[in-house]
């Protein structure tokens, strides 16, 4: 067989040795197929993954929740309502007065650790009053673990989709300016130093607030001010260049490669030199910034919304949930515990898992998120 | 050199001049609708929107607008129609709150950052830079204001303790002391999310610069390994901090730290724009957005140049 090889050296011979090896020993192994067998060792990134998908799956199940569990919905409110909690009635929302900074009991005497409030909700009622309000109530009588579990869809929802936005969008000027170069690159990079003269979150506050009065009005696209596709397009812009950047410079060097010349010389046009050619081989990197843009971008979203330039009340998100429950704190610290608690769990499960995608993927890339 | 300074001048004056475009984009034609009705603000009378609308020339071609809008914000004419105060004056008076939390939480960013990325890198794989690593993480996973808000109801206002004060900002020039406690809580809010930022790009970056063939060679001449480290590795690997370093610092300075000044109640540029939100009052907005990205673009120079200095390699010619 070798020698055959040796005397009539062609095209096949290759694979010709390849079929006398007996299969189990020699077995192609794609990139993706190392990377994953890179992944599944690390436990801790998988536990990660597996930390998200569980938030993801359980505030999807939010309405199964609210409707059988809580028995209420993510707006309703029970100020004046009554709850049975051990067999004791109480009131979902007590009339306020002075209230002791430390001990959040009614103050005796007025003084400097006292301080006026105007609603007293009730608190965490953990599972004693069989159900409702797991985690207390807000100032206005609505079920804050409800609020919780529908402002996580609002969040998630903003996160993921303002990725996927940021993300395409960022490939297609990456691509556009590393394979055309010259005057297209110029244009977009430019473009993208100019979105860097901004800091990020002020860049949000602008435009949230801009169209938060308003909405947007655009021709065929009607956007009111409290839409939830307002936030979303705000950050997923907002992001572009920080992830645009790093991959414009990726596709930069590939585009000096041989197989992109070996493709030219084919008569391989733009386009599909662009998408089939040169897509996949970014795509690792793009896996990894989609992961660690989601995290980014549901803490930008809490942001906005905390300042009252993102998702606008009385929709539920994590981020309007902590401004609500910041007026409460020191009555009812869990109204802005839970919420952000929330906001860490999720974050930091993408962030580990991006981190270990990272190192899978390719051991030695420093693809990195600037914020 | 020289040329290099000026050449990166005009560009600067130029991005300026584009930020101030974008600026224009971003408030009067992105959002579509009448831009009057958004820039007299909630509490406008329709007589109200009809004199923004003559003195803001929104019945003008946009270059006349653009024009207007320029001339308002670089002469302090900007007006908040909301509270009726000039906006100029307002960012003027948040400065030096903005200041001292921006120069006090960047030392102790950098400071604990560079030592953060050092130990775990010098430590790397161990269990100490598995420990940090995870505390970097959860670090940067911490919504900057939601941290504000739960360590001043912890350790300001009785949650455990009252050993810093309840929020709010004093001059330094009344009580230096006074001006030190205050702000000694948020500067460390702040800094929480830097220090896991740049522990974990230095610590990348040293042990890049590990494996280099000079500091094999110094570690062959029999240098001690402090010394390799400091005056070898540490010399290279913390050039891409200087960067970080100028960019965010502009930026918390530039009205970047909202979120912190917002939770402590400093009264800075950032919640001066903050405040400005809940009543839909966009010129403050408008301003601290220029102010801010001024301040980005000035710092970029300076980077620049620094950069040049530090690392020969990019020297400009």
Redesign the interface.
């Known amino acids: 067989m070798a020698q055959r090889a040796e005397s009539e050296f062609t095209l096949d011979t290759a694979s010709e040795l390849a079929s006398a090896e007996r299969s189990t020993e020699i077995r192609g192994r794609s990139p993706w197929f190392l990377a994953w067998r890179r992944l599944r060792r690390n436990w801790v990134a998988l536990g990660s993954l597996c930390v998200f998908f569980a938030i993801v799956i359980a505030c999807l199940l939010a309405p199964v929740y609210a409707k059988h569990v809580a028995h209420t919905g993510p707006n309703a409110q029970h100020v004046l309502e009554q709850i049975t909690v051990n067999g004791e009635s109480r009131q979902v929302v007590s009339s306020g007065g002075y209230i002791d900074?430390?001990s959040g009991k009614p103050c005796v005497i007025s003084g400097p650790?006292c301080t006026l409030i105007s609603a007293i909700p009730i608190g965490p009622q953990w599972f004693s009053a069989g159900g409702r309000f797991v985690l207390g109530a807000d100032a206005i009588g609505r079920d804050v673990a409800v609020r919780l579990l529908y402002g996580g869809r609002t969040s998630l929802f903003v996160g993921i989709v303002s990725s996927a936005i940021c993300t395409l969008l960022a490939i297609v000027l990456a691509l556009l300016a590393g394979y055309f170069g010259g005057s297209t690159d110029f244009v977009i990079t430019?473009f993208f130093?100019?979105f860097?003269?901004?800091?990020?979150?002020?860049?949000g506050?602008?435009?949230?607030?801009?169209?938060?009065?308003?909405?947007?009005?655009?021709g065929p696209i009607q956007l009111e001010g409290s839409n939830i596709w307002i936030p979303t397009l705000i950050i997923s812009y907002v992001l572009i260049p920080y992830v645009g950047r790093p991959l414009r410079g990726q596709v930069l060097s590939l585009r000096e490669k041989e197989f992109i010349e070996a493709s030219v010389a084919q008569g391989a046009r733009p386009w599909r030199i662009m998408f089939v050619e040169l897509l996949p081989n970014i795509a690792s990197s793009v896996l990894v910034f989609f992961t660690l843009i989601i995290?980014n971008n549901i803490?930008l979203e809490?942001?906005l919304s905390?300042?009252?330039?993102g998702v606008q009340p009385p929709t539920a998100s994590w981020?309007t949930m902590?401004a609500d429950?910041?007026q409460l704190?020191?009555t009812r610290?869990w109204l802005?515990?839970a919420p952000?608690i929330a906001?860490?769990l999720t974050?930091?499960s993408l962030?580990?898992f991006g981190?270990g995608l990272r190192d899978a993927l390719d051991p030695r890339a420093?693809v990195?998120i600037?914020? | 050199m020289l040329s290099f300074l000026v050449r990166r001048l005009i560009g600067a004056v130029l991005v300026c001049i584009a930020v101030t475009f974008i600026v224009f984009v971003i408030f009067i034609v992105i959002p579509g609708g009448d831009p009057a009705e958004r820039i007299g603000g909630k509490l406008a009378t329709p007589q109200n929107i009809i004199n923004i609308r003559h003195d803001w020339g929104f019945d003008r071609p946009f270059y006349v607008q653009y024009g207007v809008m320029m001339q308002k914000m670089l002469s302090g004419d900007l007006v908040s129609y909301t509270k009726g105060q000039n906006v100029a004056d307002q960012i003027i008076q948040g400065i030096p709150a903005t200041f001292s939390l921006t120069i006090g939480a960047s030392i102790i960013w950098l400071f604990f950052g560079v030592l953060v990325g050092v130990i775990s890198a010098v430590k790397a794989g161990k269990l100490s830079d598995r420990v940090i690593t995870v505390l970097a993480l959860v670090g940067i996973s911490m919504p900057v204001f939601w941290l504000g808000i739960v360590a001043r109801y912890y350790l300001a206002e009785g949650g455990l303790v009252t050993w810093f004060p309840d929020g709010g900002y004093v001059a330094f020039l009344t009580n230096p002391f006074s001006w030190f406690y205050h702000l000694m809580l948020p500067w460390v809010v702040l800094a929480v999310l830097y220090i896991g930022f740049y522990g974990r790009v230095l610590r990348g970056n040293v042990l890049d610069t590990v494996n280099e063939d000079y500091v094999r060679t110094a570690k062959a001449k029999g240098l001690a390994p402090n010394r390799i480290m400091v005056k070898h590795v540490l010399r290279t690997s913390l050039i891409p901090i200087v960067t970080l370093f100028g960019l965010d610092f502009a930026a918390v300075l530039g009205g970047g730290a909202i979120l912190t000044e917002t939770v402590f109640d400093l009264h800075g540029v950032g919640q001066y724009a903050a405040q400005s939100i809940n009543d839909f009052d966009l010129p403050p907005i408008m301003g601290v957005t220029l102010y801010g990205a001024f301040f980005i673009v000035i710092f970029s120079v300076i980077v620049d140049l620094l950069y040049a200095y530090l690392d020969p390699r990019i020297r400009p010619t």
């Open positions: 900074k430390k650790e430019r130093d100019l860097f003269a901004f800091p990020v979150v002020l860049l506050i602008a435009l949230g607030a801009a169209l938060a009065v308003n909405g947007l009005h655009w995290a803490v809490s942001a905390f300042l009252g330039a981020g902590i429950g910041q704190i020191v610290p802005a515990l952000g906001i860490v974050v930091l962030n580990v981190d420093k990195k600037e914020h």
